[in-house]
């Protein structure tokens, strides 16, 4: 029997790292995700495995850390929350045009600005379009569980040096410090140089030695032709994730006639609504993204033609049903339903706008949140 | 008179150009100090035999392309974040050798926060910091560095500390840290002048070695397409000007090197 303890999600994400033999972490506090950097701090994997753990000056050098850290070869991850994330997102535009493996994790609250430390969903579009500048995408991985948070980390790492590309996971306040029974992963030593060189190659400053050329990190290339091709090779890659990576959760999508597509906490949520729908005969479907880049157009489109409408619940004003609308093609109707500024969607109110589709009226009126027809 | 062809024998040379200088040309104009001080650290490098050890980081500015010249592993930093790279760097590989080149609108401007938090926390690194009081790679405006009066493209009636402050003097100010062992003020206008800045150099990479905290090496340098001279003239220029605000010398040392 594995081993299994109860943990807050940012608790199991700094315990993930140390298990999967990441070699160092950088960080900066702030709310909801400090127990991040804490829960490190107060383990010192120094002692055992040799990971470094240091509390940057801010977000904006703790993502640069990373940047060296990853330059040099190593698993390295730094995590924050929303305000932190504006600051970080020059340096992530740095890694993924120097193509390094990296994870961060982004413990979303509201905003704009200083906002809210409660949690949201609303840096979908500084994370999964971009945030940072020039033609570059990172991979997301969005938890719905504690078990997913600890799970993701070390996929997360898999995938950053597979690709050579920054991972984020994009979680959000309420799975980041809810606490859930947790199957731990198992504990791998972390990589020595020689291995790192075997299993992803020689490119990592670490030193030039006699048998190869000095390695270079950077992201410049002052003739337009090369960094064309850089751009061109960077979207072949992006084409590969998308065909290999796309990552989603379909519940009882079978036999649904209204379809709700959410992600993360919302998702949770938009469970139970779905479990009271089929309790009143309802025939309800959940959609649950689990990767957002790339994210799985595929397969909601696939549903499409067999549900009568879709629902998309954020915790945001919608941002992620843009990508619904592009998989949809106006062929049904979309709702959105949406709770910000640290209010979470309710089961009930979910259930309540689902019974108004079904019933021919998008009735809103005791709805709290932005409701919203979307398209047609 | 001896044939040219006895004289150039491999016993008789005396200098000659560091293995680890690469043969590609420079982009630096003509008098620019970047040249000699790019030679510094070769030279360095290659004579304390480090070469398999060390890891430069490059910033952004003049300097960005250090990494064409000098046949070591690079990584080119975010303007100003050089040191928290090299952080990592550092902490991820402690028995490397770490250095960041930084001028002074990189170090001395958007990247304060990155410099001093790296010189506060003591990381045991070499910092080479090139002040020529001016932006270069973007066409000549006023740096933290740029001394009152000096017209530049963004102040073109010439600094005043009225609407943009003093010229900083980073060094001495890192030098107060207590995890800085090692923080002084060079110039490359003599060949006197190099010799002694190479000696801070290799000391700074040896008290590295000794794992003894940050050393800060700060170069006082001329830009004379920047300040519009000829390099005679920009010698000259610095010698009368900027030493007085930048006095060449140690600041610090705690080396016991």
Not at chain 1, 346 to 351: H, K, T, V
Not at chain 2, 224 to 237: D, I, L, Q, R, Y
Request: hydrophobic residues 40%; contains cysteine.
């Amino acid at each position: 029997m594995a081993e299994k303890i109860l943990l807050k999600g940012n608790e199991a994400i700094a315990i993930a790292a140390i298990r999967c033999g990441c070699d160092g972490y950088f960080g900066y506090p702030i709310t909801p995700q400090s127990e991040i950097l804490e829960t490190l701090a107060e383990m010192n994997p120094e002692k055992d495995t040799g990971m470094i753990v240091l509390q940057a000056e801010s977000e904006v050098a703790a993502i640069n850390m990373l940047y060296g850290g990853a330059g040099c070869g190593k698993k390295v991850m730094t995590s924050s929350s929303s305000p932190g994330m504006s600051l970080m997102t020059e340096g992530i535009s740095y890694i993924a045009g120097a193509e390094l493996p990296c994870v961060i994790v982004d413990i979303m609250r509201g905003g704009p600005g200083l906002g809210t430390i409660q949690p949201a969903q609303s840096d979908y579009f500084q994370i999964v379009k971009g945030g940072g500048h020039g033609d570059y995408r990172t991979i997301i991985l969005a938890p719905a569980s504690v078990q997913e948070m600890n799970d993701f980390v070390e996929l997360s790492f898999d995938l950053a040096f597979r690709y050579k590309t920054p991972v984020v996971i994009l979680s959000d306040g309420v799975i980041g410090q809810m606490m859930e029974k947790v199957e731990l992963s198992p504990v791998k030593p972390r990589w020595t140089d020689e291995e790192i060189v075997r299993l992803h190659g020689d490119w990592a400053t670490t030193g030039k030695t006699p048998d190869r050329k000095r390695n270079i990190v950077t992201s410049l290339d002052l003739d337009p032709h090369r960094q064309e091709q850089f751009n061109l090779k960077l979207q072949r890659k992006y084409r590969e994730i998308e065909r290999n990576e796309t990552r989603y959760e379909s519940l009882l999508c079978e036999d649904a006639e209204y379809l709700i597509v959410a992600y993360g906490l919302s998702a949770r949520v938009s469970q139970k609504a779905m479990e009271m729908a089929r309790e009143e005969g309802i025939k309800v479907g959940l959609m649950r993204p689990v990767t957002l880049f790339p994210y799985p157009y595929d397969a909601i489109a696939e549903l499409v033609p067999h549900v009568k409408s879709i629902l998309t619940v954020e915790m945001s004003a919608g941002q992620m049903i843009e990508d619904v609308a592009l998989a949809a093609e106006n062929r049904v109707p979309l709702y959105f339903h949406g709770r910000m500024g640290g209010m979470l969607p309710a089961p009930e109110d979910i259930l309540k706008l689902i019974k108004s589709i079904a019933g021919g009226t998008f009735d809103s009126a005791d709805v709290p949140g932005f409701n919203k027809l979307w398209l047609r | 008179m001896n044939n040219i062809s006895d004289i150039i024998k491999p016993e008789n040379k005396v200098y000659g150009k560091s293995k680890l200088l690469l043969d590609k040309e420079m982009h630096y104009c003509p008098g620019c100090s970047h040249g000699t001080i790019h030679k510094i650290v070769a030279e360095t490098i290659d004579e304390l035999n480090i070469q398999e050890q060390v890891i430069g980081i490059s910033p952004v500015g003049c300097a960005v392309l250090a990494y064409d010249y000098i046949d070591i592993d690079w990584q080119e930093a975010a303007h100003g974040r050089a040191p928290a790279l090299a952080t990592a760097i550092k902490r991820l590989h402690p028995d490397k050798y770490v250095f960041t080149y930084q001028g002074d609108g990189d170090l001395a401007s958007i990247g304060t926060g990155e410099i001093i938090h790296v010189c506060n926390r003591g990381e045991n690194i070499t910092v080479i910091f090139v002040n020529n009081a001016i932006y270069g790679m973007t066409g000549g405006q006023m740096a933290p560095t740029t001394l009152e009066g000096m017209k530049t493209a963004t102040t073109p009636g010439g600094r005043s500390h009225l609407t943009s402050g003093f010229p900083m003097k980073i060094t001495e100010m890192i030098a107060l840290f207590p995890g800085v062992v090692y923080a002084t003020r060079q110039s490359v206008d003599t060949p006197a002048a190099e010799r002694k800045a190479k000696k801070s150099v290799i000391k700074a990479f040896k008290s590295q070695k000794l794992k003894k905290g940050t050393s800060f090496i700060e170069i006082v340098s001329t830009c004379s397409s920047g300040w519009k001279m000829t390099p005679v003239e920009a010698n000259n220029w610095m010698r009368e000007n900027m030493f007085p605000v930048f006095p060449p010398g140690d600041i610090k040392d705690e080396t016991g090197l």
